[in-house]
């Protein structure tokens, strides 16, 4: 191992990110130990990383305690998507928390700086707009999404706790909607159903009027803020939202799905889900000004390369 070379564990390593994060940690020359219980992640996802020398991945869930030696940790494991972590409620809150304080112990025991996948789901349906981080949201506590977004509020408190009692070094990543190859095709979420519609020539499921906004990540310039949070000083420890700050209606974003896959797909409607967000965007200057980050994927050059993923997994 070279001298700059760290030993990385990563939870959630085989889903959407949690890949991506893989193949860019082991480009950079470190050890990586991906963890999963495949839940929603998928073995194709770190297929081409199995031959690498440097690459590990041990199925395990983060619920139940890890005695690994590692230098650092990004903490991924959740589903993501409102489908699958609606799916097993209980089991999303204690993945979240059980998970958040079992990676904080493991942070605690050896040492390691700990990374926390948070969300922008923290703020819940905001009634600021754009969310900047000072915004403490506003979550329905007893609704259907309320076990992802209070199991995501409750992880960043025992960070900061952990943080404040233990002086452990921890980093609080809010992302916002992040898209690209790896998504699982099922998942739910709205570019990988768009575009698997269209693909398949099915009409485009639209929830509610459709006049609802996202703002979406591609997936490269994402694990790019990872890193470069990851490699701050101790001083910096978040939340930092982390996000494409250009916001448009779902409409919009099926329209756009239609012209790139040239497909003949009708929109369709249907009711909007309890709790839905009407609008999401991020105000990512605290990023800009402490990372000197910025996403440079256009939407249009992103969806074309998710695309081709989702051609090439539809057609295998
Ligand atoms: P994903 O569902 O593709 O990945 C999550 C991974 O965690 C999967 O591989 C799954 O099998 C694994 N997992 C679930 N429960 C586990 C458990 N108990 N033990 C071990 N592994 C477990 O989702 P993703 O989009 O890659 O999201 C990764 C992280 O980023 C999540 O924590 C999510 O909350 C966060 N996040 C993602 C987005 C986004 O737009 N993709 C936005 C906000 C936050
Ligand atoms: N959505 C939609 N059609 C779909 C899937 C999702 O209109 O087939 C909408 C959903 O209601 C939400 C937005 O797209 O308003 C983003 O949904 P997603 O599940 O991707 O993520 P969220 O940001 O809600 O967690």
């Not at 690498?52 to 650092?72: G, K, S």
């Not at 707009?129 to 025992?158: F, M, W």
Request: charged letters at 20%; one cysteine or more; a neutral charge.
């Amino acid at each position: 191992m070279s001298s700059s070379a760290k030993r990385i564990l990563v939870t959630g390593g085989a889903g959407f990110l949690g890949s991506h994060l893989c193949a860019r940690l082991l480009a950079e020359g470190n050890d990586v130990l991906a963890v999963d219980n495949y839940f929603t992640g998928r073995r194709e996802n770190v297929a081409s990383l199995l031959g690498h020398a440097r690459f590990e991945i041990m199925r395990h869930d983060v619920t139940f305690p890890l005695y690994v030696e590692v230098d650092e940790i990004y903490n991924l494991a959740c589903p993501a998507s409102p489908v699958h972590y609606q799916f097993d409620p209980v089991q999303t809150t204690k993945v979240s928390v059980v998970g958040a304080i079992n990676m904080l112990g493991l942070a605690k025991r050896v040492k390691a700086k700990v990374f926390q996948a948070s969300t922008s789901e923290v703020y819940g349906d905001p009634t600021e707009h754009p969310q900047n981080e000072n915004y403490r949201g506003s979550v329905n506590t007893i609704g259907p999404r309320a076990c992802y977004d209070e199991g995501k509020r409750c992880a960043e408190t025992l960070f900061f706790d952990y943080y404040r009692q233990h002086r452990l070094r921890i980093k609080v990543a809010r992302i916002f909607n992040t898209y690209g190859p790896h998504m699982h095709p099922n998942d739910g979420r709205v570019v990988s159903n768009f575009i698997v519609q269209a693909l398949r020539g099915e009409d485009i499921t639209i929830y509610g009027d459709g006049m609802q906004t996202r703002a979406f990540c591609y997936v490269d310039d994402l694990i790019e803020g990872f890193v470069r949070l990851m490699a701050t000083g101790d001083d910096v420890v978040g939340p930092i939202n982390l996000g494409n700050p250009v916001e448009l209606p779902m409409v919009e974003l099926a329209r756009e799905v239609i012209a790139l896959t040239g497909a003949k797909s009708g929109l369709i409607y249907r009711p909007l889900p309890m709790d839905d967000p009407l609008q999401r965007c991020p105000d990512i200057t605290k990023a800009r000004t402490v990372l000197g980050w910025e996403p440079k994927t256009q939407l249009r050059e992103g969806l074309t390369k998710t695309i081709a993923y989702f051609d090439t997994l539809l057609s295998a």
